[in-house]
């Protein structure tokens, strides 16, 4: 028995509707651009900046780092923000501000905190822990 024009049209169109199926399935999400966001960019050392990434902080992010005890001046170490630490986002580069080279993903910035009574409080970045730490000689 042959099949009527009918019954050739639904076989076309169920081919049809599993080629683009296939076609969907199997290729890929990274083939679709999605719209870059593009993050504001700031002046280093100016408030509200990472020091080490230059990206400009949005209500509510902060700067992680470590601050030490002490009496009047006291030691920080700076890690970044949420844009660079703990993992950098895409197109972000972590740079000492002092020396101009990269700092690595573990790596941190020095810095002296300042509390002075009756004023805010002042960050002095020093350096990275490659220009600021000294280097270990190989004589040992």
């Given at each position: ?10 076989l076309?169109f169920?081919g ?5 199926f296939a076609y969907?399935?199997f ?10 966001k ?7 050392g100016?408030?509200?900046v990472c020091?080490v990434?230059?990206t400009?902080?949005k209500n509510g992010?902060?700067?992680?780092s470590a ?9 920080v170490h ?5 844009h660079c630490h ?5 197109d972000?580069?972590r ?9 690595a993903q573990?790596?941190y910035l020095i810095a002296?905190?300042f509390e002075?009574?009756h ?9 990275c822990?490659g220009c600021?730490?000294?280097k270990k000689?190989k004589?040992s």
């Open positions: 028995m042959i099949p009527g024009p009918f019954y050739i049209l639904i076309v169920v049809a509707a599993l080629l683009v969907g399935l290729t890929t999400p990274d083939g679709r651009k999605r719209p870059v593009r993050r504001e960019q700031g002046r280093k100016d408030q509200g020091p990434c230059g400009v902080l992010e902060q700067i992680k601050v030490f005890p002490g009496n009047g001046e006291r030691l700076i890690f970044g923000c949420p703990p993992f950098a986002e895409r972000i580069e740079k000492c501000p002092v020396c101009k080279k990269r700092v573990e790596s002296r905190l002075r009574p004023k805010k409080r002042h960050v002095h970045i020093l350096g822990m600021r730490l000294p000689s004589e």
